[in-house]
């Protein structure tokens, strides 16, 4: 058979230690070929042999040239809607779901649609909450039981790995059992480390005894694959708000303070994936002084986005009028920090009878906005709009073609998604998706504006995984 000399060079293998090596062309054009498939058309050649196996799981050359190639694919929509059933066998199963997808495309005039050309029906595990996606993965939170339990799911290649549950939460609870109503607030954060190609699992815990009115936290870290627990001592120099006010960007995981309203100190707590170490980032006066006069305490919070690679700070000053301040440093002290202000118009009102979501597409320009029907009226409408920032242009975003069996009222989940198991950078587009979440009961309570269905934004990178 023939043979000849490849390197990094000719579009042919590239070796890490960037010495040349000898392969047969049958194995070159086998590369070329399947490194062009759609994931889900590749996942079928797994079980063809050992040989294609093992070149799709752990050939660092094929899934480095399958991610550079999937970034040219068009981008896509995804819609998810679950089925209500009831199974007496298993009372934590809400249902199965469907999958909807649908090409993007653009128009004149900056008008954005989607049509809706495929369904896949799918039988999920049960979860609670989704948390992320980080180039690709996505964290499954059960909080059916005590301690919560979390599972990693890889969209493209839909393989998940067991249950993960914390030997250190699990010693707290039966630690606390005899304490009267102790309360945990358990929240997961997915991170990655893009010098070595890791991901990491942050999990907080604040626990709250009744009986003596003492609260604590607790801090851990896994890193997936390995899935052992590491834990970390740190105390915060705040109360960090694990509801909203957290964002992954640039290698970081960044939380603020409670609600960022009038609690003091005001701080940026920022978690290095790569150290795994805290460290804190004093937020400005001049950030602090816009005030919204709102007396509504939803409108009045603050939100943050990871926005170029960036994390920003995002508040409503009025009703068609946002700030958004981006944060950029030059050294990892942040000792020469730069704080940069935009405003943003907004086409429509934002009053306190619509509920406004902000989620960020992570390595672009864009903040998606989802806009929920008058509450004021009962109108359960939702309008999508996509923000460039640089240019401060806004587009609206149409969906067609959704069956009708499919509910109007739905979350919406747009996700970036890596090829094969290589965490690879690259981008093609925003990618939608809309699932029905049951209310939470205790925000209903405390908090009784608050729309239930809020939005929750990701990228999608390979758009044909489900083509």
């Known amino acids: 058979m023939e043979k000849y000399v490849v390197n990094s060079d000719n579009k042919n293998r590239d070796i890490s230690n960037n010495t040349s090596v000898v392969v047969d062309v049958e194995f070159s054009i086998l590369c070329e070929i399947l490194s062009r498939l759609p994931v889900k058309s590749l996942m079928r050649f797994k079980c063809v042999s050992k040989t294609r196996l093992s070149l799709i799981q752990e050939d660092p050359y094929f899934i480095d040239l399958h991610c550079k190639r999937s970034r040219t694919l068009r981008p896509a929509l995804l819609y998810v ?10 009372p934590f199963r809400v249902g199965d779901e469907f999958f909807l997808t649908a090409e993007l495309s653009f128009e004149r005039r900056g008008k954005r649609k989607a049509q809706i050309h495929s369904t896949r029906k799918i039988n999920l595990f049960t979860c609670n909450d989704i948390e992320g996606p980080v180039n690709g993965l996505i964290c499954i939170v059960h909080r059916h039981r005590l301690p919560a339990d979390v599972r990693i799911y890889n969209i493209s290649t839909r393989e998940v790995t067991p249950r993960i549950t914390s030997a250190l939460l699990t010693e707290e609870v039966e630690k606390n059992s005899t304490c009267w109503r102790p309360s945990y607030h358990i929240t997961y954060k997915l991170g990655f480390h893009p010098a070595i190609k890791e991901h990491k699992l942050l999990c907080m815990c604040r626990i709250h005894l009744c009986d003596t009115d003492y609260e604590y936290e607790l801090y851990q870290v896994l890193t997936v694959g390995d899935n052992r627990w590491r834990r970390i001592d740190w105390v915060s120099p705040c109360r960090l708000d694990f509801l909203h006010l957290s964002v992954y960007a640039n290698g970081s995981i ?69 700030k958004l301040w981006m944060y950029e ?101 925003g990618v939608l998706g809309w699932r029905i979440r049951t209310p939470n009961r205790t925000l209903s309570e405390l908090f009784p504006r608050i729309c239930t269905h809020q939005a929750i934004w990701w990228l999608l990178e390979h758009a044909s995984c489900f083509m």
């Open 81 to 90: 809607t679950p089925l209500n059933i009831k199974d007496q066998n298993n």
């Open 254 to 322: 960044y939380f603020c303070s409670s609600f960022f309203l009038d609690c003091d100190p005001k701080f940026l707590v920022v978690f290095d994936v790569g150290s795994e170490k805290f460290r804190t980032i004093s937020i400005p006066i001049f950030i602090l002084d816009h005030q919204p006069l709102n007396p509504c305490f939803w409108l009045r919070r603050a939100y943050l986005l990871a926005v170029d690679g960036n994390v920003a700070i995002l508040r409503r000053m009025s009703n068609r009028i946002l």
């Open 329 to 429: 440093a030059t050294n990892c002290d942040d000792a020469e920090a730069n704080w940069t202000e935009n405003i943003i118009n907004l086409p429509f009102s934002w009053d306190r009878n619509r509920s406004l979501s902000f989620s960020n597409v992570e390595g672009t320009n864009q903040i998606i906005m989802e806009l929920s029907g008058n509450r004021k009226r009962r109108v359960n409408s939702v309008s999508l709009y996509s923000y460039d920032w640089k240019k401060k242009t806004f587009c609206e975003v149409k969906v067609s073609g959704v069956p009708a069996s499919v509910p109007n009222f739905c979350t919406v989940y747009s996700f970036r998604r890596k090829s094969l198991s290589c965490p690879e950078d690259g981008i093609i587009g």
